[in-house]
C-alpha cells in the first residue's frame, strides 16, 4: 500500500520558477529511485527526471536539462522537482513515482498513481 501526493503546481507565466513536491508513504523510501512524470492534455504520461534512492544521481530528460533539478529529503519521505525557466510547453500535470530499470529507463513501479499536480505555464 502506497500513497503519493502531488502538490505546488498553478498558473504562472513564462520564465517563472516553480517548485513541485511529492510526499510518498512508503516504509523503504530511501531505498527507492524516484522519478517525475508529466502529461499534457491529448499526450502520454512522459518521463521528465530521476534520483537515486540516495540522492546521489540523478537524470533528466532532454527538454528539461539545465532548467529543472530533482532533489529528495529522505528523512520527509519527499521528492522535490524545482522547475526554472518555465516555457508554455512545460504545461502539464505532473506525477510523481518509484522508478526502475536505472534512472535513464524510468519505468514506474507503483502501479498506482496519485492525483498530480496541474502546472499551466502561460506565453
Known amino acids: 500500500q502506497v500513497q503519493l501526493v502531488e502538490s505546488g503546481g498553478r498558473l504562472v507565466q513564462a520564465g517563472d520558477s516553480l517548485r513541485l513536491s511529492c510526499v510518498v508513504s512508503?516504509?523503504?523510501?530511501?531505498?527507492?529511485?524516484m522519478g517525475w512524470f508529466r502529461q499534457a492534455p491529448g499526450k502520454e504520461r512522459e518521463f521528465v527526471a530521476t534520483?537515486?534512492?540516495?540522492?546521489?544521481?540523478?537524470y533528466y530528460a532532454d527538454s528539461v536539462k539545465g532548467r529543472f533539478t530533482i532533489s529528495r529529503d529522505n528523512a520527509k519521505n519527499t521528492v522535490y522537482l524545482q522547475m526554472n525557466s518555465l516555457k508554455p510547453e512545460d504545461t502539464a500535470v505532473y506525477y510523481c513515482?518509484?522508478?526502475?530499470?536505472?534512472?535513464?529507463?524510468?519505468?514506474?513501479?507503483?502501479?498506482?498513481w496519485g492525483q498530480g499536480t496541474q502546472v499551466t505555464v502561460s506565453s
Open positions: 534520483i537515486s534512492g540516495m540522492g546521489f544521481s540523478t
Open positions: 512508503v516504509r523503504t523510501f530511501s531505498t527507492n529511485a
Open positions: 513515482n518509484a522508478v526502475r530499470g536505472g534512472l535513464s529507463v524510468a519505468a514506474p513501479v507503483f502501479g498506482t
